[in-house]
């Protein structure tokens, strides 16, 4: 091995750890991690529970629907393709938000993604929320929910708030519920 094989290697292996440590620091983000300790893994919601809920929660041409916790963007698109709606998705996973963004774009959907924990988003102009998030993260959107006095329709799927009163629920094949709340 001569020292123009040498430095060839030294700078490959360097390129290497420099494109190890992106991958890493976009893919593995503390937000990430909390996902799956939150309990409210990036598991997409099958597409016709998402058509369900929609339809039971009355969706219609130009409200504003807001995912709180949006993954890969496949609420918000059917929400604006086959609704008509405006959408805004909240994720706080930087690399669902932005695979959902690229998601929106290739279909020429104008949505808003904002990469943000849902707790600390400003929920106050949405008219549809949907949430498949976690037992845990479902008691504290209700406090949220209680404490700025916010209005608009919530459905969600699988998991209830703990005091607010549901106006339907409605069962599914897979065996879990959507639930449809008006405040
Ligand atoms: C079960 S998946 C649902 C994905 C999408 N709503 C759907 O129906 O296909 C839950 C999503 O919520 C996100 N998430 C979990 N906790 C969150 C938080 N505090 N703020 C924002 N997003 C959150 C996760 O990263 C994940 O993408």
């Not at 890493?24 to 799956?36: A, E, G, H, M, V």
């Not at 598991?43 to 058509?51: E, G, Q």
């Not at 919530?154 to 409605?170: D, H, M, T």
Request: charged share 20%; aromatic share 12%.
């Amino acid at each position: 091995m001569n020292n123009f094989d040498l430095i060839f290697l030294f700078f490959s292996l360097l390129l290497a750890i420099f494109v190890l440590i992106t991958l890493l620091f976009f893919f593995l983000t503390p937000s990430s991690i909390k996902s799956y300790i939150s309990g409210a893994p990036p598991v997409p919601t099958p597409k016709k529970v998402i058509r369900t809920a929609l339809k039971e929660a009355g969706l219609k041409s130009g409200d504003l629907y807001f995912d709180l916790g949006s993954g890969s963007g496949r609420s918000l698109i059917i929400a604006a393709e086959e609704f008509g709606a405006q959408v805004v998705g909240i994720e706080h996973s930087r690399p669902n938000a932005f695979v959902s963004k690229i998601n929106l774009k290739i279909r020429g959907i104008k949505g808003e993604i904002i990469c943000q924990n849902l707790l600390e988003s400003d929920l106050s102009k949405a008219d549809v929320v949907f949430a498949y998030l976690s037992i845990s993260l479902m008691k504290k959107l209700e406090k949220k929910i209680q404490r700025e006095k916010l209005s608009f329709k919530v459905v969600s799927y699988s998991f209830s708030f703990p005091n607010l009163k549901e106006v339907k629920r409605i069962k599914m094949s897979s065996g879990k519920s959507i639930f449809i709340y008006e405040l």
